[in-house]
């Protein structure tokens, strides 16, 4: 059997590793599959933790990984070791008031909350009281 994850390293200004995000593919083509969301982001989560190790992934690292906004509204995250695992969203996550409950409750609990692709948008202001990074794409 195959498994499929990519480690994809973050640095810091200092140009140390910080993180790696770790990002689903389906095969060596280092293309996405078409599946959905919520299945990607489920597979990265089972390959990373239990076929590979995700001590062993990330050499003791956090790893950013994507959770859906079903999956963060699952409980889903809480079951993975906050030291290990940063929850990341992307800038199309709903900021409801279920949402923001959730943010919270993450965020109280001690994980690392980024949101991903971010381009501002006044909607998404009660979130960046609760997130801890913002990742910005510069092309």
Do not use: C, W
Not at 17 to 44: Q, T, W
Not at 45 to 72: A, D, P, Q, V, W
Not at 83 to 112: C, F, W
């Amino acid at each position: 059997m195959n498994v499929f994850v990519v480690r994809h390293p973050i640095f810091n200004r200092k140009k140390e590793l910080f993180v790696y995000e770790l990002l689903f593919r389906d095969g060596m083509n280092n293309a996405l599959a078409p599946h959905s969301a919520d299945s990607a982001s489920s597979i990265v989560l089972t390959n990373s933790f239990f076929l590979i190790g995700m001590e062993t992934l990330t050499s003791g690292k956090r790893g950013f990984i994507h959770f859906t906004h079903n999956l963060l509204l699952s409980n889903m995250a809480t079951a993975f070791p906050k030291h290990l695992v940063a929850i990341q969203t992307k800038e199309s996550v709903r900021p409801d008031a279920q949402m923001r409950n959730v943010y919270r409750q993450l965020k109280s609990a001690g994980y690392l909350l980024v949101l991903d692709d971010f381009i501002y948008h006044p909607d998404l202001d009660p979130l960046l009281d609760l997130v801890d990074i913002v990742k910005i794409d510069f092309f």
